[in-house]
């Protein structure tokens, strides 16, 4: 076949900041290194987060830009903000983007889900411009809360602690009213995006679920590419991903080090926790008593009334060498992948989940919000690497939090899986297997190796024939 004059040019238009940005900064460089040309949209401010490793990848020879869109008087777009109705708006973005786009007429746009108007100005402007939606979640998660808002089984039980039945999914997994979202932000978002999109990009691998890629490809044409954040493949990249690092990594690693293999667990809540006061007092209390080592990120916002008190116990694990805390933004892929750390108490936010996956780790899942809940029944029903803390209670960032996790059952569940039993170190093994198969999936003939070129291939098709 005849050979296309220049690379296929990619946009990406990620969110602001936070655990959506992250993934599509990831991908547009994975992009770049299998030869296409992508270009990253985003404002002055978001993209200070990410232009060194994008300068690191152009020194390596990749095709990999910025592009900023300017705001009259230099405002700028705000970080994420999830309590925000809808989350945080950038329809300030839609002139100068529809500018952008007239002008490079780019092969395809991939843009996040919460660019809400997107769909419709770029569908608009009769480009013939192929719009690919991200919207950060996984295939099971995508299944099940499709099935759910298809056969509505939560109308069916009577209260909201009884458990039901998700239809339709490759294996029984069984949910409670509780754990579900009670907006429909991330429902209509989706669902307004995926109206007339060209198609949907994946942060996942194939064999990490393969039922359920089966299932979303049955109605959506996707192309399963991750997991993404194995395309930071240098310590600059890992330590400085969504944020400078709160921690010279040096003295982190340093830490680790003088740690056996599997013995520490690392606890991180994501991009934007928000935990009741008390409720971060009853996860060091908990902490306390299991005797674990840990490294635990909290971040600024997880402090209130308890600070003495963990000033207090942050200087005593210090003491102790049992624990180091991070107040601040942790270089989360290099701690994951030392090899003294044996568990992540996470969130399960799917960057999060598919990371400790990717790191061959086993969880302990704490999920508290989006499709969290989801992704713990992967991990634990399904995948069966993790342990459930016992969160039961689906809460959005506008609402209030509640305690709803005691320091017993945190201890509970950090003896379960890092006390040295069998359950423990089958999980771990089990863990390390799947690690094994992401690490594969990224590499050349691997199979999100061959979705990612697909795309690229299928965009060069088009760009031929309507040339
Ligand atoms: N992250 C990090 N350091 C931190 C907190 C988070 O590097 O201190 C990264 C983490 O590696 C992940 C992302 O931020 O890539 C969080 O995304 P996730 O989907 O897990 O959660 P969200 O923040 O969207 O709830």
């Not at 990999?64 to 008087?73: A, D, G, N, R, V």
Request: glycine share 8%; net charge negative; with cysteine.
């Amino acid at each position: 076949m005849e050979p296309i004059s220049s690379p296929v040019e990619m946009f990406f238009f990620p969110f602001v900041g936070g655990g959506h940005q992250i993934p599509m900064i990831d991908m547009a460089r994975m992009f770049a290194a299998h030869g296409a040309e992508s270009i990253i949209i985003s404002t002055p401010k978001h993209a200070l987060s990410f232009r060194e490793t994008i300068l690191r990848d152009q020194q390596l020879g990749r095709r990999i830009f910025i592009e900023i869109l300017l705001l009259p008087e230099n405002i700028d777009i705000a970080d994420t903000d999830m309590s925000a109705i809808p989350v945080t708006d950038t329809s300030m973005l839609q002139e100068p983007l529809k500018k952008l786009l007239l002008q490079r007429k780019p092969d395809c746009i991939v843009h996040d889900m919460f660019h809400h108007w997107a769909a419709d100005a770029i569908g608009n402007l009769e480009l013939d411009i192929p719009r690919i939606v991200f919207n950060g979640n996984g295939c099971f998660a995508n299944c099940a809360r499709e099935n759910i808002s298809k056969f509505k089984p939560h109308e069916k039980v009577d209260s909201k602690y009884e458990p039901f039945v998700v239809p339709g999914l490759p294996n029984r997994i069984e949910m409670t009213r509780s754990q579900l979202p009670v907006t429909r932000i991330v429902e209509d978002n989706m669902r307004k995006s995926k109206e007339n999109c060209y198609g949907v990009v994946v942060n996942s691998f194939y064999e990490l679920e393969p039922a359920y890629v089966e299932q979303f490809r049955k109605g959506n044409k996707a192309w399963i590419v991750g997991p993404v954040s194995l395309y930071n493949r240098n310590i600059a990249d890992k330590a400085e991903r969504g944020k400078k690092a709160a921690v010279d990594e040096q003295s982190i690693l340093g830490w680790l080090d003088s740690k056996p293999p599997n013995s520490v667990l690392y606890i991180s809540f994501g991009s934007s926790p928000r935990f009741a006061p008390q409720q971060v007092l009853e996860l060091a209390y908990g902490l306390q008593a299991s005797n674990q080592a840990f490294i635990w990120v909290i971040r600024d916002v997880f402090k209130g009334d308890g600070t003495w008190f963990l000033s207090e116990f942050e200087e005593k694990m210090k003491e102790s060498e049992q624990g180091l805390i991070i107040n601040g933004w942790a270089p989360q892929l290099l701690i994951l992948e030392h090899g003294s750390v044996g568990g992540f108490m996470t969130h399960c936010g799917w960057n999060s989940t598919l990371e400790g996956v990717s790191c061959g780790v086993p969880m302990i899942t704490w999920p508290i919000s989006a499709e969290q809940f989801y992704n713990e029944k992967l991990v634990t029903d399904v995948l069966k690497i993790g342990v459930r803390v016992g969160s039961l209670d689906w809460l959005w960032w506008n609402m209030e939090p509640r305690v709803s996790v005691g320091r017993d059952m945190v201890e509970a569940a950090v003896k379960r899986l890092m006390g040295g039993g069998e359950e423990g170190g089958e999980m771990r093994k089990k863990a390390r297997l799947i690690g094994e198969m992401a690490k594969k999936a990224v590499e050349g003939g691997g199979s999100s190796y061959v979705d990612a070129i697909a795309l690229i291939n299928e965009l060069e098709d088009r760009r031929r024939i309507n040339k």
